[in-house]
């Protein structure tokens, strides 16, 4: 059976909730939403938190409300999700690429202030798999020159830099909760801020949503069918045709993973109690990843280099991405992994290299080629010991 590289966080009696949802729980924001905005602004350590239906949305209302507008440049990582930069293309907003530390995955924050110019309003700091970056010297570049700072937080609720939580030092954060997230609500994100100003513009915007219960059962759905292919034999086959490339497979998946995208709507009740659930097995949950991690690290050889956290960091183990440093191709490394039972993610299935998307390849040299030597290695809620020793010898066999 292979070994997959992630599986969805349930809570305990999640799916009585769901039972509950379908016999009319209701899908209006409510007050259990309200209970959850206030719980996980406490475990942040700020004093706003305003659910949206998605993180993508909750960066782009963070940029409405402190009016970034057509013109205007957003720094960005050149290693992050290449949707971020698209979505601030379409408002006319420039997304201005830095490149990344080599060991942390994360922007370079000596290379910050050369692509800083006067058209220049924001840094986005991304936490990227878990890992904080350095987000003290990118406070006080931005400080120094005026400029706003959002955290991308997407992949780090619970990790913390000088012992204060990752979305606790910008001006605002966000948060996304979709199903491998480590806190699942089957889709949803947060905006953090201690800017009462802000916040209110948020809420603001949120309010005008409609409800769309379709579209949280429509995930949850979804999310019900991935499950089950993992669990199953046909979840090897499909994976093969992935990594052969199959152009037509490869095609369904994007768009299969693409159907849980939602439109513009209003974070559901159902979901706020979820939410609530989950954050009691949060710090539980993320302990128990970072056993595993930390025991799979100790089995690394020389040629695969696990993620450097910062001395300053505390990372939580969202994805397990190591840097390949090995004369094959990354994709027949993934290849004969796979053949052996253990599924890994390459490229484009981790993050992107957003130099390609935006057409300024050669830019951002460290982005390109962690983005061509980096591995996902499974990493999910209850992987057993035998399964991490089948992963190391697996690596030792396709990577001597």
Not at 5 to 33: I, N, T
Not at 112 to 130: D, Q, R, V
Not at 206 to 234: M, S
């Amino acid at each position: 059976m292979t070994i997959p590289r992630r599986r969805p966080r349930y809570y305990k009696g999640q799916w009585r909730d769901l039972a509950g949802m379908a016999r009319g729980f209701g899908y209006a924001s409510s007050e259990s939403v309200r209970l959850f905005e206030k719980e996980f602004a406490s475990y942040i350590g700020t004093e706003n938190a305003v659910a949206t239906c998605s993180g993508r949305n909750a960066m782009e209302l963070i940029l409405d409300a402190m009016e970034i507008k057509e013109g205007d440049e957003v720094i960005i990582s050149a290693y992050t999700l290449k949707d971020l930069a698209e979505m601030m293309m379409e408002k006319g907003i420039a997304p201005v690429l830095v490149d990344v530390d080599p060991e942390t995955f994360n922007i370079d924050p000596g290379k910050i202030e050369e692509k800083i110019t006067s058209l220049t309003k924001a840094i986005i700091a991304t936490h990227i798999f878990g890992v904080p970056c350095e987000i003290d010297r990118i406070v006080e570049i931005a400080k120094r020159h005026g400029l706003k700072v959002i955290e991308d937080a997407a992949h780090a609720m619970g990790a913390t830099y000088l012992g204060k939580k990752a979305g606790s030092f910008g001006d605002a954060a966000f948060f996304s909760m979709e199903t491998i997230k480590l806190l699942n609500t089957f889709g949803g994100g947060m905006v953090v801020s201690r800017d009462h100003d802000l916040a209110a513009k948020v809420r603001k915007a949120v309010t005008g949503y409609l409800p769309n219960g379709h579209a949280v059962t429509k995930k949850i759905c979804l999310a019900l069918v991935e499950d089950v292919l993992l669990r199953g034999p046909v979840f090897t086959a499909l994976m093969w045709l992935l990594a052969s490339k199959n152009k037509a497979f490869v095609r369904f998946y994007w768009s299969f993973r693409n159907r849980t995208r939602v439109g513009r709507s209003r974070y559901s009740s159902l979901q706020g109690v979820m939410g609530l659930e989950q954050m009691k097995i949060l710090d539980i949950k993320n302990e128990q990843r970072a056993r595993i991690a930390a025991l799979m690290e100790k089995g690394f050889r020389g040629s695969v280099v696990p993620q450097k956290v910062p001395d300053k960091a505390r990372r939580v183990q969202y994805f397990n991405v190591v840097r390949i440093d090995s004369p094959d191709a990354i994709e027949d490394v993934r290849r004969r992994m796979l053949f052996r039972g253990v599924d890994c993610g390459i490229r484009e299935e981790i993050t992107d290299d957003c130099s390609l998307f935006l057409g300024k390849k050669g830019e951002c040299p460290v982005a390109s080629e962690i983005f061509e030597r980096n591995l996902q290695l499974p990493m999910f809620d209850g992987l057993k010991e035998r399964d991490i020793r089948r992963i190391l010898r697996t690596l030792e066999e396709v990577i001597p």
